[in-house]
């Protein structure tokens, strides 16, 4: 009488567990269909790496979405040394250990795989380095070995709103791009004046994240907190007169900016004011058809801004230009306030036609209720 499947199964772990391993493979004989996993287990403790890769592709074919077998064919391929096809497999599996839910007993295997990956990672770094040599510094191929060897994730264009299709891919801009940025610069120390006229007061910026009335509250942890606060001169396209009118060499300075003028939405500017201690957690703009500006007015060393892949901290005298549709961070862990002049200008690849285009679609789709904001930080 045959023997049931189940019980030749019962009697192979048996065996594995008691160290018997040439009888574990005798009965696994047995079986015309052996369990897939049951059979790489019992080639791994008889030291036959090529039966244990047969056994883990079957039972990756059988079933390609196990991450059982995926973290095994990883290990088996690091152990041979083949870091491009154990990198594929890790990933693989911490890939669909992101859509959840994952057994406990696989949490220390996934472990292992993000440590691998990490020293994978590093290992494939230094050797396109030493095989580059300086051509490494190049800072455009430097990010891109970041990028490959996973120690920078890519970051895209992801406007929250609104994607035009076809402009380049570029978290940060330089000043040496924008001829009209020098007078601007130049006014710095005015604007410096007209700020420390109205920061002499002692009152708080209103918040730069408020709730607004019909609206639900912002899923965000500065809400309704000065802590991040806005003192506006253009808010909306609409100018706020009183606060113009405290700041003229401000107003003067931003005349020479590009700024769009799209009805109920821009001009936009405002001073945004970060208080010590405060985070702006990531995020993203509403547009990628924008840049945005910010001229340093009151900053010190342990302020920054990171957009995508790159952190630049506020120098005085130099306004930083960036595209905030990239994931970006901003945080001030010093103790002395920080305070930008922030505006818009529209992207310099955007020409005259499609500039007029533009307005007029922001425009249209305004007409079906107002904007809901989008200023910078």
Known sequence: MNKPVAAIVADIQTALRRGDVAGARAQLATLADAPPLLAAQVARMSGD????????????????????????MGNLKAERGDDRAATAFYQAALKRAAAGPVPPEL????????????????????????????????????????????????????????????????????????????????????????????????????????????????????????????????????????HAAAAPA????????????????????????????THIQPHHGMLNTRLICHVPLVVNADCALRVGPETRRWEPGKALIFDDSFEHEAWNRGTETRVILLFEIWRPEIGAEERAALTRLFEGIDLLGSAQGGNGF
């Open 49 to 72: 790496p090529h039966g244990e890769e047969q056994a883990l592709a079957r039972a990756l074919e059988l079933s390609p979405g196990q991450m059982l077998p995926m973290l095994a």
């Open 107 to 242: 949490h220390p295997l996934l472990q292992r795989a993000q440590t691998w990956l990490a020293e994978a990672g590093a290992r494939f770094e230094g050797h396109m380095r030493a095989a580059l040599g300086d051509i490494a510094h190049v800072p455009r191929v430097a990010l891109a070995i970041d990028m490959l060897s996973g120690k920078v994730p890519l970051y895209l264009q992801q406007p929250s709103m609104f994607y035009f299709p076809g402009l380049p891919q570029r978290p940060f801009y330089e000043r040496h791009e924008f001829p009209w940025l020098a007078e601007l610069e130049a006014a710095i120390p005015a604007m410096q004046a007209e700020l420390a006229f109205r920061l002499a007061g002692g009152e708080d910026f209103r918040p730069y994240v408020e709730t607004q009335p019909g609206r639900p509250a912002p899923n965000n942890p500065l809400k309704n907190d000065p802590s991040w606060g806005a003192h506006y001169f253009w808010q909306n396209g609409e100018i706020v007169a009183e």
């Open 250 to 277: 401000t107003m003067a300075a931003l005349a020479a900016a590009p700024i769009p003028v799209i009805k109920g939405r821009s001009p936009m500017a405002l001073w945004s004011l970060l208080k010590p201690g």
